[in-house]
């Protein structure tokens, strides 16, 4: 989950395409754990994620005077995090690409990631992650980037690289599955939390 907020990313971003070699590491230190978590569930070698997420930033560093200081970091380094690992996954083996282009997201979302916790008892935030994992892999994949590292349609699209109509349409068929699927024991937290998503769907 994000550590900083877009803003100050943006102007982390900023300031070292600008020559600020300090607020490189400030926006290395940032959004690291956000990178690392997002890698974690396209691998379960964590070695191989932290490699490929120091390539990435060697690559942002070396290329920074070709840098488009406008453009918004996260969806940036996280579409070039996807990039590196699909190509160090899949590397000379054919069976891994087709597997990375069906089922190759492995959320798994818990109470810790869930913004909800804090609003819910730990009981219902368990079922919500429960209620998630059931989604498809790419489902999955949208809906974390969205509610959990708050990013926008078009960032989602631009990491992804999909359009920003198959963002919304993947976003509302999540949302309503989890209405469907959600049991009706906790029916009326999971319209509260549902009400939560469909809040922030157009932000």
Not at 8 to 32: C, P, Q, R, T
Not at 120 to 138: I, T
Request: proline share 4%.
């Amino acid at each position: 989950m994000q550590t900083h907020s877009k803003q100050s990313e943006e102007s982390l971003w900023k300031s070292f395409i600008l020559g600020n070699n300090d607020a490189f590491e400030l926006l290395v230190n940032g959004i690291y754990p956000s990178l690392f978590q997002y890698g974690c569930k396209f691998s379960r070698d964590p070695e191989m994620i932290k490699d490929c997420i120091q390539d990435v930033f060697l690559r942002v560093w070396e290329s920074r005077a070709n840098l488009n200081h406008s453009i918004p970091p996260m969806p940036y380094l996280f579409a070039s995090l996807r990039r590196q690992l699909h190509q160090q996954v899949t590397r000379n083996d054919g069976a891994a690409r087709d597997y990375w282009e069906t089922e190759y997201f492995e959320a798994v979302f818990t109470v810790e990631d869930a913004m909800i916790s804090s609003e819910a008892s730990k009981e219902l935030s368990d079922r919500f992650a429960a209620l998630l994992n059931g989604l498809p892999s790419r489902q999955k994949e949208i809906v974390l980037l969205k509610f959990f590292e708050n990013l926008s349609r078009e960032e989602i699209a631009a990491t992804m690289q999909i359009t920003p109509q198959s963002v919304s349409n993947t976003l509302q068929k999540s949302l309503n599955w989890l209405r469907n699927n959600w049991p009706t024991t906790v029916l009326s937290a999971a319209l509260y939390l549902c009400k939560y998503f469909d809040k922030n769907f157009n932000s």
